[in-house]
C-alpha cells in the first residue's frame, strides 16, 4: 500500500531530552514536509525538503532540525532548544498541488 | 504574502441541518490552487477538494459542496443534510504555483449534534 507512515503514534519525553519523530512514504515523492499542529492555531510548516540532502525552513523553525539522507525518509528532531515541544506532529509528501499526510505523532514532553 | 483566514473556529448543528463553512485567502499571484482538508478524531488530514484559480465553477460532491468566487476572494464549503460523521476539524488551505509549500488556514472545529 503506498504511503506514509510516522512512528510511533504517542511519544512521552523528560523536558530536555531531544527525540526524534519518524517519517516515511513510498509514494516516491520528491518533496516532504513536517507540519505541526496545536489547538487553534491550524497547521503550522516547520521544515521541507523538495530534494534529496536539501532544505528549507519553514515559519516554525527554531529548535527543530531534520535530515534527508534518502528519498523516502525525512525525520525530524525536536531538540531541548524548542520551548514547546508538546504538540501534534504531521509529516506530508508531495507538492504545491497536493499533499498526502501521514497518521500524526503527539508529542508529550514534561 | 499568502494568507487564509477561517473566522468560525467553532460551529455546533443539528443533524440534517445545513452549515457553510467559510474560508477568505489572499494572494498576490494569479495561478494559485486552494484546498480543503478533514481532519476527523483519529487525527490524519483527509484530502476534499483541490480548486485552481482559473477555475471558479462551483463543485457539488454528494452532499458537499464549494463556492469559489475570486471577486470575494473566497472558498467556502457547505456541507447539506449534516451526519453525525461530518464531525471534525476542516481546513481551507492556499498554495501558489511558484511556491513549493502549501498554507492552511486555522480550521473550523464542526460539531454535528444527533
Known amino acids: 500500500d503506498g504511503g506514509i507512515t510516522q512512528s510511533p503514534k504517542y511519544l512521552f519525553r523528560k523536558e530536555g531530552q531531544n527525540v526524534t519523530l519518524s517519517c516515511e512514504q513510498n509514494?516516491?515523492?520528491?518533496?516532504m514536509y513536517w507540519y505541526r499542529q496545536d489547538p487553534g492555531q491550524g497547521l503550522r510548516l516547520i521544515y521541507y525538503?523538495?530534494?534529496?540532502?536539501?532544505?528549507q525552513k519553514g515559519d516554525i523553525a527554531e529548535g527543530y532540525s531534520v535530515s534527508r539522507e534518502k528519498k523516502e525518509s525525512f525525520p525530524l528532531t525536536v531538540t531541548s532548544a524548542q520551548k514547546n515541544p508538546t504538540a501534534f506532529y504531521l509529516c506530508?509528501?508531495?507538492?504545491?498541488?497536493?499533499?498526502?499526510f501521514g497518521p500524526g505523532t503527539r508529542l508529550t514532553v514534561t | 504574502a499568502q494568507k487564509v483566514t477561517q473566522a468560525q473556529t467553532e460551529i455546533s448543528v443539528v443533524e440534517k441541518e445545513d452549515v457553510t463553512l467559510d474560508c477568505v485567502y489572499e494572494?498576490?499571484?494569479?495561478?494559485?490552487?486552494l484546498f480543503w482538508y478533514k481532519q476527523p478524531p483519529s487525527g490524519e488530514l483527509v484530502f476534499l477538494i483541490r480548486?485552481?484559480?482559473?477555475?471558479?465553477q462551483n463543485e457539488i460532491s454528494g452532499r458537499y459542496s464549494w463556492n469559489f468566487q475570486k471577486s470575494t476572494s473566497s472558498f467556502n464549503f457547505t456541507i447539506t443534510a449534516s451526519q453525525v460523521v461530518d464531525s471534525a476539524v476542516y481546513f481551507c488551505?492556499?498554495?501558489?504555483?511558484?511556491?513549493?509549500?502549501?498554507?492552511f488556514g486555522k480550521g473550523t472545529r464542526l460539531h454535528i449534534l444527533p
Open positions: 480548486r485552481n484559480s482559473f477555475d471558479e
Open positions: 509514494l516516491n515523492h520528491d518533496a
Open positions: 525538503s523538495q530534494i534529496v540532502n536539501d532544505f
Open positions: 506530508a509528501s508531495g507538492s504545491y498541488y497536493e499533499q498526502y
Open positions: 488551505a492556499l498554495s501558489e504555483a511558484r511556491d513549493d509549500k502549501i498554507i
Open positions: 494572494t498576490r499571484d494569479t495561478t494559485y490552487y
